[in-house]
Every structure is written in structure tokens, then in C-alpha cells.
């Protein structure tokens, strides 16, 4: 399967691989059958494995994740699509206080293997309630994982780490980078929860996730030009963050510069923020700082480029670090 | 209370049932009854039941004992053993009768008040008072007995149970599965849901509303403008409302329910037509929105009087059999109050516990500082 992949194609052929591995596996979800999903993520997988297996629902988010609960409590392994991302709330009840919270309640007697996919995040010119970013609501409830790969080889192998995993995870997926191809390797090389320096670098910390990571890096490319060393960690896991990696790339680099699209106001940001700041303040040059979007509800998409952080963006803000 | 509350009372209480019914399924609001309030014995040319005596008096020992349970834990409540309760009376013929009507196989999805129906399945009562006392947010296995964990928001369990049911059916087995939910939760969109999905999979599942006519302090009349039962015939799926205290009619109507749903014919909603004679739970005060008038006419249809009515008319009972049914409540009584005193809290690092069912790292880590700021203190290193 090595290869140049788009995210898109990585992600589908990780579905593909994990209903062959496991008859268990079923996937569920709106248009996810014939039309292969309105991102085409399901691609001809009802075809090979049936309206069984590939289960186009009726238009109900709450139905699907429910469902995929009592699925799961008699022994599948459900991996359900939430169109878009603003659609996820009229299921919210089902995912933080049904999904998450029931292996506890049981006192470890029964395990959720419920993966939700979930094409999040704007840049795609899209209308309202398609580009939000709530990653921080999930990442808040306890029971959940939630995870967010920003590359092809991460989207198929972070997919099937999820779907294996026995607690549910909440599954990211970058839409505005479904086309981005990579390569595809031929085993994970690393654990789902563990982050990864995407591009080292010795004068500042760039932390970021999911359609983060590409804006990051391309700052990190423009500010090597100025002479700035800036080092570029994808956390790829919210829920576990991995803060030992971020722990030792920022007590190296003395700056730390959090970036996601989501309204900075008690988001993942401020949570990174203060942790670094507890367990690094001693190397600390700068405040940690944060770059992501404004307390007002997502724009309309002519002035999303307002509200979406871009290399300028970081790089301001990479600049304000520096002028501590 | 006040002359206000009771019209407003009085105004709500209003029956439900408009009288200008639609032509077609079901169009009289017939209640399925097998057991008049006086005890007596009647047939139905549907729901056709054939009882041995001492099934009868299985029953009844149901009844009473199930009756027992929620009154001991009323006052446990009231003694400040548990936190809140939320009690069953009135409705112990519509879990009982609903409840033996469960095959091994099949499996229960609660709400929160499903008691009799925990009974049935062999739930040991104290299990269910680990919640109410504080110590558990459910804590039994419910694949043991098949029965799951109570469920306290409104109607979410009806989707867990119409995905398990999917699931039954992509195992080819016959297993069925019960939901359970109250006439409020039925203006819930997961019920709503659930009734799509399980109709669309054809999937095995009864729907079992016990319509207690109150919903905390809001009547029927504010959940709907039709007869419940009759929801479902919009979904696609037959509806049936049963007579909720008479066990016999609960019974038969339930078993051939879930044959109906075992045999691949989808779902059924039975609305069990019933009264809650306490409050909704022990933080409630129902004088303040309904009429005694009302409890006390509910009062005569009662589940127990009636099936003991039956038993003596036809004799099928002797005073030895009262006699044993009352040792046992005692007996149970006893366990319960002992059970429920003695049952020691938790340790406090139960928290951490089984949050996931993997290692997740930010749980032990406050796991592990928990428990070092816990053994700093004089005494603490016991933990």
C-alpha cells in the first residue's frame, strides 16, 4: 500500500483494511453507501462489502451514534460519519453523556467501540455549520479520545488505531486537506496518542494540529529565511495530549506558539497554555502564546481568511514571542 | 392548595383522547384487558393467555415483593440512606407482567424507574440502589442478566436499544429487545429516532411506554394531542395500548410483542396505560399539581388488589400462600435495609477508575497526584 496517497484515499483505504480485518467493523452514516459520502471518504466500500456492513441511515445524527452505542453494547464495532461538523450537536448528548460515560457506569463491564468520524475545521469556502471547529467540547469530556492527523500516512494509520481502539474516539478529519497526497507507509510509526515534531527546530515551539500543521510549517519555512529556527510539533492526540513531547521540545526552544482554527477563548490553546507554563516556567523567555480563531460564531466564507490563522498570523505571533 | 392550582389542576387533568378520532388503525383507543379491577377474568380474541394457578401466584409473589422493594426503598430515602428515589407504585403490573414476558435471550434498555423489570430479570435489588445512594452510577453488568444500565436521560436508551436490536439481526439469532420509556419521553427526538431506525431495520425491538400520565408536574395532555400507542402508526409499525395494572393483560400483550419483533416483523410500541400513585421522585411534591381525586380513582384499578381479587374468587390461593408472600416481603424488607446501610462507599480513587478502557495518560497522571496529595495527610497512605 506504500505510496503517494491524498488524505481522502488514505482514510478510505483504512476503512477498507479494517472491515476486512475484522467482520465486527461496520460503518454507518448518511450518503456513506452509493454516493461514498459527500467527500467520497466511503468510496465503493458498500459495493465490496455490502449494505450490511456499509449502512446508509437515515438523516438523524442522534439515531446514528445512538444506534452505534447499542450496536457496540451487543458487539460491533461501529465507525459512524457525521457529515459535517456543525451537524454533530444534535447528537452531542448521545456522544458526552451516552458514549463517553458508559464503560465508567458500568464499572469497566462493557467496552464502546464507537469510532465518529467527523470532517471538521473551514477553508473550503463552505455555508454555515461546515467549517466549525469544536474539538475543545470533546476533548473536555472524559471518556472520550479524540485525535486529529494532519498528513495521509497519519490519516490511514491514526483511522485504524481508532477503529481498533476499545474506548470511543472522536476523529478528526481536516477536511481542507483531504486532497493533500503523501506518502503512505506500510505501519504506523507511532502510537495513536503520541505527538510528533513535524519539522525540528531550536528558537520557538510552533504547536499545532490537524490543518494547523501545513500553515505551521509553511511559517516555519518563511521564518528559517529570516534566520528563526522554529521547530513544529503535530499533537495528532487531544484527548490524551502528549505533553512530555511538547514538555521537552518547548524546554529547548524557551517559546511556545499554540495554533488551531478554533476561537481561542477556552479552547486547546488556553489548556496547552497553562500546562506549559506549569511544567516549563523556568525556561520560558515568552508567555506561551496563541494564534486560532475569534469568539464570534465561524463567518460567513468570503472573510473566513479574517478568522482562519495564516502563516502571517503565526508569524506575528512568533514575533511578539521574540519581543519579550 | 390553593384554589388556583387545583382549576389548573383540574384543567390539565382533562382526558387526552379527542373524539373526533381519524378513521383506520385503531381508531377506538381500546385498552387490551384480561383482568377487570374487580378481579375478574376476561378474554381477549387477540391476546389470548393461558396461565397455570401457580403462575398466577408467581405473579402475584412478583407484585408484592417488587412493591415491597420500592417501599422499603422510599423510606430508606426518607431515613437518608439513599440521595433520591424514584418509585414504582402503581406501576408494578406494567414491569412485572411486561418483564416475565422476556425470554433469557432478550434484553431490557430501562429508564430509571424499571424496578419490577430488573426484578424479573434477576437484577439483585441492591444493585439498584447503588446509584441512589451514591456509591455507583450503575455498577452491574448488564450483560449478566441482560439488563442494562438505568438510564436517566430522557429517551436515550431507546436508540441503544434499537442498535442492539440491529445487532441481533445481523446475527440471525431470535433474540428481542424491550425499551423502555415514559409518556414524556415520548416528545423526545431520540424516541422519535429511535421509532425511524427500528422501523427503516425492521429491527427487534418493543418499545414499551408506561404511560403514567405525568411526566414530573406536566400531564399527557402536554406531550401529545393523540393516543400514544397510536405514534407509532406513523413509523410504519403496529400499536397497542394495554390496560398497565392488569399484570395478565401486560403479559400477553408484551410476549406477543416480542414474538411479533423475534419473528422479523420489526418493531411494536405497547403503550402501558398506568398510574404513578407516588410522586415522580422523592425531591417532588405532586399536591402541588394534581388532584387527590384522580390518585384515589387510579387507586381502585390498583395491580395487586386486583390479581389478589382474582385469586381468591377462584380460589387458586390459600391463606398459607398470603402467609409465605408475607414472610418473603419481610425477608426482603430486612435485606434491603441491611444491605443498604451496610454498603460502603467507595474508595475515592473508584474516579479514576475504568474512565477508559485503555491507559489514558491525563487520568493517570491525576490518578497518581490524587493519590500522593491523598497520602499526605496523617492516616492517608491507607489509600
Known sequence: MAGQLSIAKALNEALRKSLESDPKTLLMGEDIGKLGGVFRITDGLQKDFGESRVIDTPLAESGIVGTAIGLALRGYRPVVEIQFDGFVYPAFDQIVSQLAKMHARALGHVKLPVTVRIPYAGGIGAVEHHSESHEAYFAHTAGLRVVSPSNAHDAHWMLRQAIASDDPVIFLEPKRRYWDKGEVGDAADLPLHDARIARGGTDATLIAYGPMVKVCLDAAAAAQEDGRSLEVVDLRSLSPVDFAALEASVKRTGRAIVVHEAPVFLGMGAELAARLTERCFYHLEAPVLRVGGFHAPYPPSRVEEAFLPDLDRVLDAVDRSFAY | ?383
Not at chain 2, 388503525?25 to 397455570?52: K, M, N
Not at chain 2, 410500541?269 to 422523592?282: D, I, K, N, Q, S
Not at chain 2, 391463606?319 to 475515592?348: I, N, Q, T, W, Y
Request: proline content about 6%.
Open chain 2, 1 to 383: 392548595m390553593t384554589v388556583k392550582s387545583t382549576a389548573r389542576a383540574r384543567k390539565k387533568a382533562a382526558p387526552a383522547v379527542p373524539d373526533n378520532l381519524p378513521a383506520g388503525s385503531g381508531a377506538q383507543p381500546e385498552l387490551i384487558q384480561l383482568l377487570t379491577p374487580e378481579g375478574e377474568r376476561v378474554e381477549h380474541p387477540d391476546y389470548p393467555l393461558t396461565t397455570t394457578p401457580e403462575e398466577l401466584r408467581d405473579l402475584y409473589r412478583d407484585l408484592v415483593l417488587v412493591r415491597r422493594f420500592d417501599a422499603e426503598a422510599t423510606s430508606l430515602q426518607r431515613q437518608g440512606e439513599l440521595g433520591l428515589w424514584a418509585s414504582l407504585l402503581g406501576q408494578e403490573a406494567a414491569q412485572v407482567g411486561s418483564g416475565r414476558a422476556m425470554r433469557p435471550g432478550d434484553y431490557a434498555f430501562p429508564t430509571y424507574r424499571e424496578h419490577g423489570v430488573a426484578w424479573c430479570r434477576d437484577v439483585d435489588p441492591l444493585n439498584l440502589l447503588g446509584m441512589f445512594r451514591g456509591v455507583n452510577h450503575g455498577g452491574w453488568d448488564p450483560n449478566e442478566k441482560n439488563f442494562h444500565l438505568y438510564t436517566i436521560v430522557i429517551g436515550a436508551q431507546a436508540l441503544h436499544a434499537t442498535g442492539y436490536a440491529m445487532g441481533i439481526t445481523k446475527d440471525g439469532t431470535d433474540d428481542a429487545v424491550i425499551a423502555y420509556f415514559g409518556d414524556g419521553a415520548s416528545s423526545q427526538g431520540d424516541v422519535s429516532e429511535a421509532f425511524t431506525f427500528a422501523s427503516v431495520y425492521n429491527a427487534p425491538v418493543v418499545f414499551f411506554c408506561q404511560n403514567n400520565q405525568w411526566a414530573i408536574s406536566e400531564p399527557t395532555t402536554n406531550q401529545t394531542k393523540i393516543p400514544l400507542y397510536r405514534r407509532a402508526s406513523g413509523f410504519g409499525f403496529p400499536g397497542v395500548r394495554v390496560d398497565g395494572n392488569d399484570v395478565l393483560a401486560c403479559l400477553a400483550v408484551t410476549r406477543w410483542a416480542l414474538d411479533h419483533a423475534r419473528s422479523g416483523n420489526g418493531p411494536v410500541l405497547v403503550e402501558a396505560f398506568t398510574y404513578r400513585m407516588g410522586a415522580h421522585t422523592t425531591s417532588d411534591d405532586p399536591t402541588r399539581y394534581r388532584l387527590a381525586e384522580e390518585t384515589e380513582a387510579w387507586r381502585a384499578k390498583d395491580p395487586i388488589s386486583r390479581l389478589k381479587a382474582h385469586l381468591d374468587r377462584e380460589g387458586l390461593a390459600d391463606e398459607a400462600f398470603f402467609a409465605s408472600v408475607e414472610a418473603k416481603s419481610e425477608e426482603l424488607g430486612l435485606r434491603v435495609r441491611e444491605g443498604v446501610r451496610s454498603m460502603p462507599d467507595p474508595d475515592p480513587t473508584l474516579i479514576f477508575d475504568h474512565v477508559y478502557a485503555e491507559p489514558h495518560t491525563l487520568v493517570d497522571e491525576e490518578r497518581a497526584e490524587y493519590i500522593a496529595y491523598a497520602a499526605s495527610f496523617e492516616g492517608g497512605e491507607n489509600l
